[in-house]
């Protein structure tokens, strides 16, 4: 089975720094990687996907994710964020070959300070 | 083009009430998916449809809850009785088709519930 690791809860920021959410994940298979952003009152968005090629993949929002297989990370980084980043950031993996069905992580809050 | 709709957004009941929420997918997407988000957690897939069939069910509550979508197109999940428990965001996604590729499933905003 597939599990999906955020140790952080909540990552409080000032607007323009950079921030990193950190996600580690475990499966004995391939898998696919994702990150889904949840603003207030809003459904999931897919953020960014890893699903082969370049291990550094970038959102058009500035964010971009490394997949490091060695560390079996998945960090999310963003060099300067936005008070309008504020939101709940999930980290997920789906095996590959078994469809989409996605295992999440418990979320990290990013909350973005003037 | 129209995205996931979910209804109704919010709704609150005492234990041991019946409940229903209501999916439409994205049109012409085959597979559609139910995830329960109790606060603090991520999202945990309830049941997967193909179709009109059940593809996984496995971490459905089958004593209490249920689910159909009838004619491949909208569905509905079902708690009776509700527990305290089950207070959290219902969420419905749909993707084009739930083979072997990668299909991007596509999140509604959810049904708030909170049981008394």
Do not use: M
């Not at chain 1, 207030?40 to 490394?66: D, H, M, R």
């Not at chain 1, 095996?95 to 989409?100: F, K, L, Q, T, Y």
């Not at chain 2, 439409?24 to 049941?47: F, V």
């Amino acid at each position: 089975a597939q599990s999906v690791t955020q140790l952080d809860s909540q990552v409080p920021v000032f607007e323009e720094a950079p921030v990193e959410l950190r996600c580690n994940y475990s499966s004995s298979v391939s898998v696919y990687l994702f990150w889904y952003v949840q603003y207030p009152n809003q459904g999931l968005q897919l953020l960014l996907k890893y699903l082969s090629g370049s291990t550094l993949v970038e959102s058009i929002n500035g964010f971009e994710a490394e997949f490091n297989k060695s560390q079996t990370s998945f960090h999310l980084r963003k060099p300067s964020v936005h008070i309008s980043d504020t939101a709940e950031y999930f980290c997920a993996v789906s095996v590959i070959s078994s469809g989409d069905k996605l295992t999440f992580g418990t979320g990290t809050r990013l909350a973005v300070r003037p | 083009e129209a995205g996931v709709a979910q209804s109704p957004r919010y709704k609150i009941i005492e234990k041991r009430q019946s409940v229903a929420f209501w999916c439409n997918p994205i049109s012409g997407h085959a597979t559609l998916y139910w995830y329960q988000q109790i606060l603090g957690q991520g999202p945990k897939l309830l049941i997967q449809f193909q179709n009109n069939g059940v593809v996984d069910d496995s971490q459905l509550p089958k004593d209490r809850f249920s689910a159909e979508r009838l004619k491949g197109v909208d569905s509905t999940l079902k708690i009776q009785p509700a527990k305290l428990e089950d207070s959290a965001v219902y969420l419905c996604a749909s993707s084009l088709r739930g083979d072997s590729s990668y299909n991007e499933q596509f999140f509604g905003p959810g049904t708030r519930l909170t049981v008394l």
